[in-house]
């Protein structure tokens, strides 16, 4: 049986999987919250002169991660194929490639690559994929996964990848034409854990109806009130006692999301599609059920669409796998 090893590598986190090459099926897979900025940052420490110590200093960082796949396996994964998505390509990566420019096919042709040949300090075959640039955006990973997702023909659809650094992309003619960046989880960490309000936010990972209606008039505020104003009240419903922590963290999550997607609820956006599988998914749903915005879920998990994304990516060069 055919196997590969799926890396994606973000900016915030690191997951590796072992796959088999016939379906994309994830056969094993870890992670790690060692993600490219914190990585660049220790080569920024130990760096020595030259891209080749680099470049062994990042491999060096995966191969760690391979033998930790390999101890819970107890299998050795010596000359397995490495692919890579996300942030590996970029100026904080250990390879930079140019971007590929929209409008790009969601068939997984024309995607930028490089090769690293693998090495006695590095038994891996690694093939890395670009990312994608419009006059005013980009984006590294989330076109892997758009291109595992899409099995179909698209005429008009827009596609929402909730996370760190949102992510909302059209395709149009089975092409990607446009998307749009919102930092909505990382404005999310900065008030939550930096700001004035870290105090009157609790982390919450079970929510109750409380929660549920809390994070329903975060989004409802977040129509009718300027953010820079709207997210102070965080504060007032601590201090005067009308949310808990916990409720008040689906609150700002609320406010954030509901800010998001509110573009939305005015424009003409056709079919919209929201990836499933993550944490974020049902926050999103009712954000969009709030607004009114008729969507639909995509079936499968994004880790299963990077897997399936980066095989139809090395289908396309006829060589890697």
Not at 231 to 258: A, D, K, Q
């Amino acid at each position: 049986m055919g196997q590969f090893l799926s890396c994606d590598w973000g900016t915030t986190s690191f997951r590796i999987r072992l796959a088999d090459t016939r379906d994309g099926k994830i056969l094993a897979e870890a992670e790690a919250g060692q993600g490219m900025a914190d990585t660049f940052d220790l080569w920024q420490q130990h760096r020595n002169s030259g891209n080749k110590q680099k470049r062994q200093f990042y491999l060096k960082v995966i191969d760690g991660h391979i033998k930790k796949l390999e101890s819970k396996l107890n299998t050795p994964l010596s000359g397995v194929k490495l692919i890579i998505s996300g942030m590996a390509s970029s100026s904080i990566g250990f390879i930079q490639i140019p971007y590929n420019e929209a409008p790009l096919p969601v068939n997984g042709s024309g995607i930028k690559t490089a090769i690293i040949p693998a090495s006695a300090d590095f038994d891996h075959n690694v093939m890395i994929i670009s990312g994608v640039k419009t006059d005013d955006d980009i984006m590294r990973g989330e076109e892997t996964q758009l291109i595992g997702y899409i099995n179909r023909p698209v005429n008009d659809e827009l596609f929402i990848f909730p996370g760190t650094h949102s992510k909302h992309v059209r395709v149009k003619d089975d092409q990607i034409v446009s998307f749009k960046t919102y930092m909505t989880g990382e404005f999310f960490a900065l008030l939550s854990q930096k700001s004035i309000l870290k105090s009157a936010v609790e982390a919450s990972t079970w929510y109750g109806e409380k929660d549920l209606s809390s994070f329903k008039t975060g989004v409802e505020d977040s129509l009718s009130e300027n953010l820079l104003h709207s997210v102070f009240r965080v504060r007032i419903n601590h201090l005067f006692s009308r949310f808990t922590g916990p409720e008040n963290f689906w609150y700002l999550s609320g406010l954030l999301i509901g800010m998001e997607l509110k573009d939305l609820k005015a424009a003409k956006t056709g079919i919209v599609n929201l990836t499933g599988g993550g944490q974020l998914t049902p926050w999103y749903q009712q954000a969009l059920e709030i607004w009114g915005i008729s969507h639909r879920v995509l079936p499968g998990s994004i880790d299963e669409a990077t897997v399936k994304g980066q095989l139809k990516i090395a289908r396309q060069t006829n060589t890697f796998i």
